[in-house]
């Protein structure tokens, strides 16, 4: 029962690095080629940053912040997470 919308594209350049030993982070962004269903494609501008860190030797946690531009509003989303490794 879900109605498909479009899809977005991303083509994102990015840097990564270490903070100390258990935690690291990143930054990218780049164009979105955004698709929605039955209209033409736009180019739109699109980034995020994270980090995450371990907790355990199998567990890390994770947040994320990023953003699209649009032709009225901009977007903007956060992540949070646990990542179990076994």
Known sequence: ????????????????????????????????????????????????TGASVALSESLSAYGEISFITGDDDNGYGTKLGLTYSF
């Open 1 to 48: 029962g879900s109605d498909y919308e479009g899809t977005v594209t991303e083509a994102h350049v990015g840097y990564e690095g270490a903070l100390g030993e258990s935690a690291g982070w990143y930054i990218q962004a780049g164009p979105a080629l955004v698709s929605p269903d039955g209209e033409e494609t736009e180019t739109e501008f699109s980034g995020k």
